[in-house]
């Protein structure tokens, strides 16, 4: 029989591979989700993860460095994306372009993405591919081609990168400037993609030290999720890995945000047609036992038609259109984040006004049992959802096991869930979701000009 | 992200188990015809305790009446606003606490109804659905709501300058054919809209003789089918329920170039092309061939001139539109303001190259073996394959497309992907080119370029699908 992801009614402990580092102590609820995984580190300190799924003849592997925005400093912001995007351009072994070619070649798909936390790389592939896989990612981990003509190629094309997605879309203005403001000291404050003046400004010396201190094994978890026999692919890894040192571990992120005392206000002024406002919190970090808290709230407030902003803003009160809640999962404490887009006619300040009184009510008033019960459900259900595809386990796989601290904690998410009860609802909101504590940006359309310029050529 | 289409490539991972050919194989599927019309596909899938629905009704944004634009929308919003004993707020709440998902969405030529279950919740689920199908109430109010979101919908996708340029190349390429008129509508025809025409528009189309419905998951196929014969047996049908196929667009004949105003932009955003092939198509395999060497993945040509060799642009792609009448060929890309000709005529030239000298026999054995590759993870969850087996039936493609397709793609030779880059892909003279940027630093170097120069703000992109009096 395949092992594939297992849907564990009642309580049942999984039995994984006898090479497991870690034994899995199965959550305790009624319903658990557990991918079998089987774990070795490299004596350089690279970790390997591997999942198992035999039901198609293909792997997914996903490479994370735990390096990202918040591992840079200002004059050097957009880094470690910009990094990510020199990451393709050959090695030692294989020169540029023959990173993409060869991957495709062998019927494989190949990307990368870049986080405040982490950088991966991901490859999607026949499993005949992965001996290939495997000697590609080790040539650039090993030996990256850090030159004058792979950092200019991806500089420009950056560029264009950030103005596609902050300069010129409304939404991610309004996302840069509310990290901008509602962090003072923490790295989490510039986006990944970095200001446009330090894109112009990285040196190749910077990418050489970046690389060296963060591109190494000992600083990086490898995931292989689908057709593998996860032994001969341990040992397939040591071959191709296994020369590459270990390098010095980077310093801590010296984490000291201060208390905020009081709103911060910020408008954005851009060509659009609705107002819209974007309302973000403090939060806790991704390993805080409140994180469940924050994440039910995210659902009670605007998971479907039926949570109570999408009620009182959309239904009751047709103040808005669209509005969601969540709070960013983070290595660090990062932020809840409200948004809420305006009907015609209506301002960002009715959107905030019914914000606020629908936190208020819920500050005050217990949420019913069967209302908590519809939050925790649709959690799991997204949870189930996140894991249909191999690349989306090796993905999770990964993320818990560089931000939650080990991919075990994957497993404990609906147990956590299941844990929070309405008080705790109650308490988190009253004491952290109140206007003082938050930042808040406004969306100002400005008007579309009547005429276009040179409208006198229209017939 | 390292870009092309953004979040496209991101797609991933595992999916069919593979037969000894190398085809994929896929779950075992029960077809059955209703007396009423009702086209019905089950399939068993036990890898995870869900069940997927996927119904596709043949109508959408095509059968709009004329000053009726974004009705099919209008209608596939409010089917999920109020259903039979249920208020619209009573629904959600329902379909919630189950942890489920029912969402309705028109496109061009259909309407698709999707909803997704635990397995426990089967017959829940299942109720549910069918009250949206066949007892969605339409109530004045919710129709009221749905259109007043439905013209915010419609102001909001103009901030953002993918949107415009898309619906103003659609509208610049079509001019009043239905594929012209963006299926959300515009605000004067939504603004219009009610009650009666949402009705009109359900009784008219949504038959069982004009829909598919696709049930694959944790179930038995006796038991699906039994279910589904209890839900839908007796769904009445109508003989006029089947659309006529919207008529064939003319082609671009000589080159025309809009350019739509948007002042305070430092990016340009280019789409260009030409109607091409409809999805029933002979030439469908080569084109897909011929279009993953020119502008998919990471390798085409169109990345390699336009963002490898020169860094102008984040992402360069180009794609064959397959839609029930025929539909078109473009390419699509950006790049700040002061290289938009540069670009355009690049991407230009990229085309005109390849429509003359074909590939190599490099490219072509990288793309089929790209696309081989690529498939069974195109293919891996219930509703991917829920959705492909659909649209097989809808336009009318033959029922083994999934389960030939590897063999066919590694079968297509150097001469077809060349004849069908010849006749599909548009050359120089005969483009619609459509870009969205700063007039006033962009206008000047494009005149005289590609013909025929246009200016409009992006509101006055409508007044190109107004028929020609």
């Known amino acids: ?459 | 992200v390292r870009g092309l289409r953004l979040a496209a490539l991101l797609a991933c991972a595992v999916g069919l188990a593979q037969a000894d050919d190398g085809e994929v194989r896929l779950p075992p599927l029960e077809r059955v015809t209703f007396d009423n019309g009702l086209r019905v596909i089950v399939g068993e899938d036990h890898e995870l305790p869900l069940v997927q629905v996927y119904l596709l009704v043949g109508a959408g944004a095509s059968q709009d009446a004329p000053g009726k634009g974004g009705l099919a929308t209008l209608t596939a919003a409010t089917l999920t606003r109020g259903a039979g004993e249920r208020s619209a707020e009573e629904l959600a709440r329902a379909i919630e606490s189950l942890g489920g998902a029912i969402t309705a969405s028109a496109g061009r030529d259909g309407t698709i109804v999707d909803a997704e279950f635990l397995a426990e919740d089967l017959g829940a689920g299942l109720g549910l659905l069918q009250d949206v199908v066949l007892r969605p109430r339409f109530e004045e109010d919710e129709v009221r709501r749905a259109r007043d979101e439905q013209l915010a919908a419609i102001r909001a996708a103009r901030e953002n300058p993918s949107n415009v340029v898309a619906e103003c190349f659609d509208a610049w390429l079509y001019g009043d054919h239905p594929y012209g008129r963006p299926a959300i509508g515009r605000p004067t025809s939504v603004q219009a809209l009610g009650q009666a025409d949402v009705r009109g528009f359900y009784e008219r189309w949504y038959r069982p003789n004009n829909t598919i419905l696709v049930l694959i998951g944790d179930v038995t196929r006796a038991d699906a089918v039994a279910r589904l014969k209890t839900s839908y047996g007796s769904w009445e049908g109508r003989p006029d329920a089947v659309p006529a196929r919207p008529p064939v667009p003319p082609s671009v004949a000589k080159p025309r170039l809009l350019l739509v105003d948007d002042p305070a932009s430092t990016q340009t955003q280019i789409r260009f092309g030409n109607i091409a092939m409809p999805r029933a198509n002979p030439a469908r395999m080569p084109a897909s061939v011929g279009n993953t060497i020119l502008g998919g993945g990471f390798t085409s040509r169109l990345v390699e001139e336009l963002r490898v060799k020169r860094s102008l642009t984040y992402g360069a792609w180009s794609q064959f539109d397959m839609r029930l009448t025929t539909g078109s060929f473009q390419i699509g890309t950006f790049t700040k303001s002061a290289t938009t000709l540069e670009t355009l005529q690049l991407a230009v030239e990229v085309l005109q190259k390849f429509r003359a000298g074909g590939p190599t026999p490099e490219e072509l054995t990288k793309a089929r073996a790209y696309l081989r590759g690529q498939f069974p993870l195109a293919l891996e969850t219930a509703e991917a394959i829920a959705a492909r087996l659909a649209e097989i039936e809808f336009y009318g493609l033959p029922q083994d497309d999934l389960t030939t397709y590897r063999t066919r793609v590694a079968a297509v030779t150097d001469a077809q992907v060349k004849s069908t880059a010849e006749q599909w892909m548009p050359p120089a003279e005969h483009l619609a080119i459509a870009v969205v940027g700063k007039a006033s630093e962009i206008r000047e170097p494009l005149e005289g370029a590609y013909g025929e120069l246009r200016v409009l703000t992006a509101e006055a992109c409508a007044s190109l699908t107004e028929p020609v009096r």
């Open chain 1, 1 to 459: 029989v395949p092992r594939r992801l297992l849907v564990l009614v009642a309580l049942t402990a999984l039995a994984s591979s006898s090479t497991a580092a870690h034994a899995l102590t199965p959550p305790p609820t009624t319903k658990a989700v557990v991918l079998p995984v089987v774990t070795r580190d490299l004596p350089n300190g690279l970790r390997i993860l591997v999942h198992e799924d035999h039901s198609a003849p293909v792997v997914s592997s996903y490479i994370f460095f735990r390096t990202g925005s918040r591992n840079e400093k200002l004059g050097q912001t957009g880094m470690a994306h910009l990094f990510e995007h020199m990451m393709f351009n050959g090695g030692k072994k294989f020169g540029p372009g023959v990173f993409d070619d060869t991957i495709e070649s062998a019927g494989g798909s190949t990307n990368g993405y870049t986080t405040r936390d982490f950088t991966a790389y991901l490859n999607n592939f026949p499993r005949e591919a992965l001996p290939v896989v495997l000697d590609l990612e080790s040539d650039r981990m090993g030996a990256l081609a850090i030159t004058e003509k792979n950092l200019e190629q991806e500089r420009g094309i950056v560029m264009e990168e950030r103005r596609l997605r902050v300069d010129n879309s409304v939404r991610g203005t309004m996302w840069e400037g509310l990290y901008l403001h509602a962090f003072v000291q923490a790295p989490y404050r510039w986006n990944p993609v970095g200001f446009m003046s330090d894109l112009e400004r990285i040196t190749l010396a910077d990418a050489k030290a970046f690389f060296t201190t963060y591109y190494a094994p000992n600083n990086a978890v490898m995931v292989l999720a689908g057709d593998v026999d996860a032994d001969a692919a341990f040992e397939l890894v040591a071959q191709y890995f296994g020369n590459i040192p270990r390098q010095e571990p980077p310093a801590k992120v010296p984490w000291g945000e201060p208390p905020q005392d009081g709103e911060r206000r910020i408008t954005v002024q851009k060509r659009a047609e609705l107002p819209a406002v974007l309302m973000a919190y403090h939060g806790v970090a991704a390993t805080d036992p409140e994180r469940a808290v924050f994440d039910v709230i995210g659902q009670l407030l605007a998971g479907g038609d039926s949570s109570r902003l999408s009620l009182d803003l959309v239904r009751a009160h047709e103040v808005a259109t669209v509005v969601s809640a969540d709070l960013q999962w983070g290595i660090d404490p990062e932020l809840f984040v409200i948004y809420a887009q305006a009907r015609p006619g209506k301002t960002a300040l009715e959107l905030t006004a019914r914000v606020d009184a629908v936190l208020s009510t819920l500050a005050d008033t217990d949420v019913t049992p069967d209302e908590l019960q519809k939050a925790k459900r649709q959690l799991r259900a997204d949870y189930v959802r996140g894991l249909k595809r191999a690349g989306g386990k090796a993905d999770q796989l990964g993320f818990a096991e560089v931000v939650l601290g080990s991919y075990t904690k994957l497993f404990e998410l609906p147990a956590q869930w299941d844990a929070v009860d309405a008080a705790s609802v109650r308490r988190v909101i009253g004491e952290r979701l109140t206007p003082p504590k938050r930042t808040r940006v406004v969306l100002d359309p400005l008007a579309a000009a009547a005429e276009p310029v040179g409208a006198e050529a229209a017939q």
